[in-house]
């Protein structure tokens, strides 16, 4: 099918196939279209059909709660086209800006599969082609007999890398996440499509580095300080990565995060913030490099960098009303700009 793209910055066209979603042909295809989750939750790639018919995968999608469906409201992320379209995009339209990161349809099999904490396991998956993406970006995983993608951000940085590491937290009543921890899925083949996100770090910035994350959240966090690491960032500039889970016992990728700091020297800071538990020494007790504080995450970071946050750029991961509370202090109290704060809801 052709689809026509009317945006603000002109028209654009690209083909689609009837069994492929539109925002996935748009950008596969090189357009930089609007988006956030990808999968349904969010609602930033709307558009509005003006012309031609499309299906629509998950009628009760998060997303379309504030489209107007009766206008032809879509979400481009979960509509087929069932012939030639027009739509209307309320955005800025342009190409791609780094063709060697062009999101692409691949599988990937699953390697390595281990629990890192109670409910929380990670994985390797092995890729039918390499991927080469910036750290921060995720990819949508499908798996045959469970509707719907799932976003998850890769923990590793390479470039043109065969092997992606990714970490899931165990969600209730996630079938995904159910799948993942009833049995031992070693081997299973998956779609994967990435990458994906803007939410990404890039050394030539010059940035200092913020980093607040819950749960999960700490997989995009892993690959941004990696490539700090490895760039050679922190000879100049410095990071506060603050990581929140519910007690010491949920704490996981702490190995890690020590070998980062022995690395990366006085300039990477990495502090564990208990929810639901006393921080009874001041830092990890088999960890010293990482430190331990008592509270939300966000109350924790908000105390730690007040009056520390020029010439920051902050990244944010996790659940969506802990993210929203981190962006509404960063944006208010920390006064950091709009354009040096990058984020991620896992809703």
């Known amino acids: 099918m052709k689809i026509t793209i009317e945006s603000n ?5 690209f083909a689609c196939e009837a069994d492929e979603r539109m925002l996935y042909a748009g950008l596969v295809q090189g357009l930089a279209l609007p988006y956030e989750c990808a999968t349904g939750t969010c609602g930033t790639c709307r558009g509005r059909v003006t012309a031609g018919s499309v299906l629509v995968e998950w009628e009760e999608a998060p997303g379309y709660a504030k489209l107007r469906r009766e206008k032809g409201d879509i979400l481009m992320c979960q509509a087929r086209p069932t012939a030639d379209c027009t739509l209307r995009i309320p955005a800025k339209i342009a190409p791609h800006a780094k063709p060697e990161t062009l999101p692409a349809h691949r599988t990937g099999r699953i390697q390595n599969l281990r629990r890192l904490v109670h409910d929380v396991i990670d994985f390797d998956l092995a890729l039918s082609q390499p991927m080469t993406f910036d750290a921060g970006q995720f990819v949508v995983l499908e798996v045959p007999g469970i509707a719907g993608g799932r976003a998850y951000s890769m923990v590793n940085f390479e470039r ?7 970490v899931i937290k165990k969600m209730p009543g996630g079938k ?5 921890f009833a049995s031992d899925v070693t081997g299973q083949e998956l779609k994967v499509f990435g990458p994906l996100g803007r939410a990404t770090y890039d050394p030539a910035e010059g940035k200092n580095i913020l980093c607040i994350a819950g749960g999960s959240g700490i997989a995009g966090m892993l690959a941004i300080i990696a490539h700090a690491v490895r760039d050679g960032a922190f000879s100049e500039r410095t990071a506060h990565v603050f990581f929140g889970v519910r007690t010491l016992a949920d704490a996981f990728y702490m190995h890690e995060f020590a070998e980062f700091a022995a690395a990366a020297g006085a300039n990477l800071a990495v502090t564990l913030a208990l929810s639901h538990a006393v921080a009874e020494t001041p830092t990890h007790p088999a960890f010293p490099a990482v430190r331990l504080a008592a509270g939300m995450v966000t109350d924790v970071a908000a105390q730690a960098m007040a009056g520390r946050t020029d010439n920051t750029v902050a990244f944010v991961a996790g659940p969506p009303i802990m993210v929203d509370i981190a962006l509404k202090h960063l944006t208010h109290e920390a006064k950091i700009p709009r354009a040096f704060i990058r984020y991620d809801k896992f809703a």
């Open 9 to 13: 910055a002109g028209s654009f066209d």
């Open 160 to 166: 043109a890398t065969s092997s992606l590491k990714l």
């Open 176 to 180: 995904f996440s159910d799948w993942l």
